[in-house]
């Protein structure tokens, strides 16, 4: 972390939260002194995020929107859009 720090010119702490960060959301494992590996993808694809991950992440975005400045209403209806844009159930993903 330290030498990735002077790497890039920016604080350790900064560093650090950067990798606590990924550890926490399953990205990376941290091993010590034996440094910071990619986690494999899970063995099953279709079992991604579930509905309390889901949930948890969207509180997640919706406090930090809230933090800067935005509204309840304008977090819902930016859901509602990109709820939208997904393709319908059954769909064909081939177009």
């Known amino acids: 972390m330290r030498s990735l720090a002077e790497d890039l010119g920016i604080n350790l702490h900064t560093v650090n939260k950067a990798y606590a960060t990924l550890r926490d959301e399953g ?3 941290m091993l010590g ?5 990619v986690a494999d ?3 099953d694809p279709a079992a991604g995020m579930g509905a309390a ?4 992440a969207l509180e997640k ?6 933090a800067s400045g935005g509204t309840r209403e304008a977090f ?7 709820a939208a844009s997904l393709p319908e159930e059954g769909a064909d993903h081939a177009r």
């Open 76 to 82: 819902v209806e930016a859901a509602g859009r990109a």
């Open 53 to 56: 991950e889901l949930e948890a």
């Open 41 to 43: 993808a899970p063995s």
């Open 61 to 66: 975005l919706a406090v930090e929107f809230k």
């Open 33 to 37: 002194r034996r440094g910071a590996y």
């Open 27 to 29: 990205y990376v494992i």
